[in-house]
């Protein structure tokens, strides 16, 4: 069974910085690329940023470029989003994605929230 | 703004049809073959329901439908059910530059 379980979120002043993990685990973790989608409270979903499999090409959304970093422990089966220079507005719940050949996400994790307020 | 236009809401009773548009542009649903689309429960992850159009994953009723044409995408659920009653949300592949684009979400009531 596909298991993504993140961790790590939590209540942040802005500017300051967070690390989520996701730990991954019932599929061959090296083989698929990886993503980060978000949700802001009672709002829709948002893409933030993507991996590939072997950790050698990343993507972000503007919103978060050149705050946030992704990367990828292949032997630990985990990712991981670094996010600094947090802001107001990146509160949202963040969703550890796993995507199938390239096409869709074919499995989420369950969100772990992320609180940026003074 | 989202990327992809969807309504924000549209409702149905049990046992009828109900269609959510989605709307991009020649960029990203018009262009490639990879709308899906996500049924999301309160306080519950996103679930996959259509991938590639069309495909339906294994496990998802068949009472779950898409299509699409031009730079418009759409979702049917036939023989609405109680259980249907969540948030809809369409993605597109949007090429290397933007990637993944969502729709801003249709919240589907089934009266």
């Known amino acids: 069974e596909v298991q993504l379980v993140e961790s790590g979120g939590g209540l942040v002043q802005p500017g300051g910085s967070l690390r989520l993990s996701c730990s991954a685990s019932?599929?061959?973790?090296?083989?698929?690329?990886m993503h980060w989608v978000r949700q802001a409270p009672g709002k829709g979903l948002e893409y933030v940023s993507a991996i590939s499999n072997n950790g050698g090409n990343t993507y972000y959304a503007d919103s978060v470029k050149g705050r946030f970093t992704i990367s990828r422990d292949n032997s630990k089966n985990t990712l991981y989003l670094q996010m600094s220079s947090l802001r107001t507005e990146d509160t949202a719940v963040y969703y550890c994605v796993k995507d199938l050949s390239g096409n869709f996400f074919d499995y989420w994790g369950q969100g772990t929230l992320v609180t940026a307020s003074s | 703004q989202s990327a992809l236009t969807q309504p924000a809401s549209v409702s149905g009773s049990p046992g009828q049809s109900i269609t959510i548009s989605c709307t991009g542009t020649?960029?990203?649903?018009?262009?490639?073959?990879?709308v899906s689309w996500y049924q999301q429960h309160p306080g519950k992850a996103p679930k996959v329901m259509i991938y590639?159009?069309?495909k339906r994953p294994s496990g998802v009723s068949n009472r779950f439908s898409g299509s699409k044409s031009g730079n418009t995408a759409s979702l049917t659920i036939s023989g609405l059910q109680a259980e249907d009653e969540a948030d809809y949300y369409c993605?597109?592949?949007?090429?290397?530059?933007?990637?993944?684009?969502f729709g801003g979400g249709t919240k589907l009531t089934v009266l």
């Open positions: 590639e159009g069309s």
């Open positions: 020649s960029s990203d649903v018009g262009s490639y073959n990879l």
């Open positions: 019932g599929f061959t973790f090296r083989i698929f690329a």
């Open positions: 993605c597109s592949y949007a090429g290397y530059t933007t990637r993944w684009v």
